[in-house]
């Protein structure tokens, strides 16, 4: 690659970064395999197991509204953190449908999708040898960037035996005294399991008893 070499950090590789095996982004690999077994097979029924991607036609509805105010002048410029009409209404949509009261606009972040917040949420708290606790399968942005910033991931495995929850109690101490994050994600993908109150009520008293923050996606 030339010039290149010398640039790429070291968090990637370094020098070595053109010369590492190639390895295929593990969804790449699944939509390939999706395609290939598609062309061999037409008529086949398959449920894809992939990353969630807007593969369906938007209603023609949203067409429409996307085609009109694409050319309105207030719809130019940058919005860094969305309006504040879409603060508002995430305002009020937590409170309404998860009793979240008390809620102000600073509390709301935007981003254009829930992978760039993923990634994000480590850059802030994610130090050297600090830990990120997640479920195995799980989708992996999150522990992806905590792994570039120095920082390890701890796998819980999700199976049928602990009916795709994470046994919290099988925790060692050590890990626990160095964990900063716990990530869960109902309904679930892949597993397609859902949480209970229970379920969160659990996390909650678990992060707070740890001091571990918790990231729901
Ligand atoms: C569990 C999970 N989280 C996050 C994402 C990323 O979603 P977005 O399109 O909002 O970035 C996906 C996409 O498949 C996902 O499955």
Not at 3 to 31: C, H, R, T, V
Not at 83 to 97: K, M, P
């Given at each position: 690659?030339?010039?290149?070499?010398?640039?790429?950090?070291?968090?990637?590789?370094?020098?070595?970064?053109?010369?590492?095996?190639k390895k295929?982004?593990?969804?790449?690999?699944i939509?390939?395999l999706t395609?290939?077994?598609?062309?061999?097979n037409p008529?086949?029924?398959?449920?894809?197991?992939?990353?969630?991607?807007?593969?369906?036609m938007a209603?023609?509805?949203?067409?429409?509204?996307?085609?009109n105010?694409?050319?309105?002048?207030?719809?130019?410029?940058?919005?860094?953190n969305?309006?504040?009409e879409f603060q508002e209404?995430?305002?009020r949509?937590?409170n309404?449908v998860?009793?979240?009261?008390?809620?102000?606009?600073?509390?709301?972040?935007?981003?254009?999708?829930?992978k760039?917040?993923?990634a994000?949420i480590?850059?802030?708290?994610?130090?050297?040898?600090?830990?990120?606790?997640?479920?195995?399968?799980?989708?992996p942005?999150?522990?992806t960037?905590t792994?570039?910033?120095?920082?390890?991931i701890?796998?819980i495995?999700?199976?049928k035996?602990?009916?795709?929850y994470?046994?919290?109690?099988?925790?060692?101490?050590?890990?626990?005294k160095?964990?900063?994050?716990?990530?869960?994600?109902?309904?679930?993908?892949?597993?397609?399991?859902?949480?209970?109150?229970?379920?969160y009520?659990?996390?909650?008293?678990?992060?707070?008893?740890?001091?571990?923050?918790?990231?729901?996606?």
């Amino acid at each position: 690659m030339g010039f290149l070499d010398n640039l790429i950090a070291n968090s990637l590789g370094g020098s070595s970064f053109f010369n590492a095996p190639k390895k295929l982004y593990k969804f790449e690999k699944i939509k390939q395999l999706t395609h290939e077994t598609i062309k061999k097979n037409p008529n086949i029924k398959l449920i894809d197991m992939g990353v969630g991607e807007p593969d369906k036609m938007a209603d023609e509805l949203i067409c429409d509204v996307l085609n009109n105010e694409c050319r309105k002048p207030e719809n130019r410029y940058y919005a860094d953190n969305g309006i504040e009409e879409f603060q508002e209404a995430v305002c009020r949509y937590l409170n309404n449908v998860y009793g979240i009261e008390n809620l102000t606009i600073s509390n709301v972040m935007h981003g254009i999708g829930s992978k760039s917040i993923l990634a994000m949420i480590p850059i802030c708290f994610i130090n050297p040898g600090d830990i990120c606790i997640m479920p195995s399968p799980a989708y992996p942005t999150l522990g992806t960037y905590t792994k570039l910033l120095g920082g390890e991931i701890y796998n819980i495995p999700l199976c049928k035996e602990n009916n795709f929850y994470m046994d919290l109690n099988s925790i060692p101490n050590d890990i626990l005294k160095r964990a900063k994050m716990i990530y869960v994600n109902y309904p679930n993908n892949p597993t397609g399991q859902v949480a209970t109150y229970e379920f969160y009520k659990d996390i909650v008293d678990f992060a707070k008893k740890n001091n571990i923050l918790v990231v729901s996606d």
